[in-house]
């Protein structure tokens, strides 16, 4: 019998959170879905917590395989769901339990491909306690930019595309990435799956494509407050390959809508402001102080982007416009940003 709905999580040494995240899916008021969880060689004990809970629940299906990385096993969990819909799962976050019953109805209404929901921001309080967090800040995207009542296409609210993937609080139709042959970018990084991007390519590519994108302002879903620490400079390079990516599928999409392409790059933007501010200690947003390897990826990326979207788009803020004017290869020396 098809689920409606396959709810894919990788997991990777997450026995912290992963107790609290199995429950609350498990708790869930609507029941026709399966968990499909992708165990990606762990070696601390979250093979123990998916184990016991399978006893208890035939509903979760365990796929052990090697560390290929993020992007690997989150393919490896669609290509083998069996769900109408997908909810792509972090192992360190927890639902609201009436999170599938209600984006599920509203994708049927809609006959949506993607519909997206906030989050609420938290963190770990005593980790060792089990369940214990503190909620922090909601992330709304009605309060940052215009969303049409019912289902529309990226191009009537581009603004989507600047900010975090969230693919965590969002439901797929599984027939759309079929139909589309979208899958997710396959990398293995060291700090698995942190600081591998793998959700920028995938996002950007989805919101294009999709025909129909539905957003609720209710807030289902929980998701861990993360602190990116890239652990070596392969890390470092990372959000440059993803945003390249990106690029990609603008040219082989052929868009041309100038607000569209300024919100990618807005996002583009914010990933090399991430570098910086791990590899600028100091603060000078010197590119010259960067590792010669990130110097070429800066110079790379920037030539890709079209310097009159950028100094004459409305999305581009005056922070984001001087600092790709600070990257610009013909401008690497400029001081005083």
């Not at 809970?53 to 690997?72: H, M, Q, W, Y």
């Not at 997908?86 to 360190?92: G, K, N, S, T, V």
């Not at 975090?164 to 609080?169: Q, S």
């Not at 539905?214 to 861990?224: A, C, E, K, L, Q």
């Amino acid at each position: 019998m098809e689920k409606n709905v396959s709810i894919i999580l990788p997991v990777y040494n997450a026995y912290d959170g992963l107790f609290r995240c199995l429950k609350s899916i498990i708790g869930q008021t609507f029941k026709n879905f399966e968990i499909i969880c992708i165990n990606s060689a762990s070696s601390d004990l979250s093979l123990d917590v998916l184990e016991s809970f399978s006893k208890k629940e035939s509903r979760i299906k365990i796929i052990n395989k090697i560390n290929e990385g993020a992007g690997a096993a989150l393919n490896t969990g669609i290509n083998a769901s069996e769900g109408e819909y997908l909810l792509l799962a972090e192992p360190f976050d927890f639902y609201h339990k009436k999170t599938l019953e209600n984006l599920y109805k509203l994708a049927r209404q809609s006959e949506a491909d993607i519909v997206k929901s906030p989050y609420t921001k938290f963190i770990d309080v005593e980790s060792k306690i089990k369940g214990k967090y503190e909620l922090l800040d909601s992330v709304k995207w009605n309060k940052r930019c215009k969303i049409p009542n019912w289902f529309f296409r990226i191009n009537e609210s581009p603004s989507f595309l600047s900010f975090h993937p969230a693919i965590f609080a969002t439901l797929y139709k599984k027939s759309f990435l079929n139909n589309s042959s979208i899958r997710f970018v396959e990398t293995r990084g060291q700090n698995f799956p942190t600081n591998s991007f793998i959700d920028f390519p995938f996002y950007i590519e989805t919101m294009l494509l999709a025909k129909k994108i539905v957003y609720t302002d209710n807030i289902y879903s929980y998701h861990r407050k993360a602190e990116f620490d890239f652990q070596n400079l392969e890390e470092c390079i990372s959000p440059f390959d993803r945003i390249e990516e990106v690029f990609e599928i603008l040219a082989v999409q052929k868009i041309k809508d100038k607000n569209v392409i300024s919100n990618v790059y807005k996002r583009a933007l914010k990933l090399i402001n991430l570098v910086f501010e791990r590899l600028d200690e100091e603060n000078k947003f010197d590119v010259k102080s960067m590792p010669y390897e990130i110097q070429l990826r800066i110079e790379k990326v920037i030539s890709l982007m079209d310097e009159d979207i950028i100094n004459s788009s409305l999305f581009i803020d005056d922070f984001e416009r001087r600092f790709f004017n600070l990257l610009a290869p013909d401008k690497l020396i400029q001081k005083g940003f």
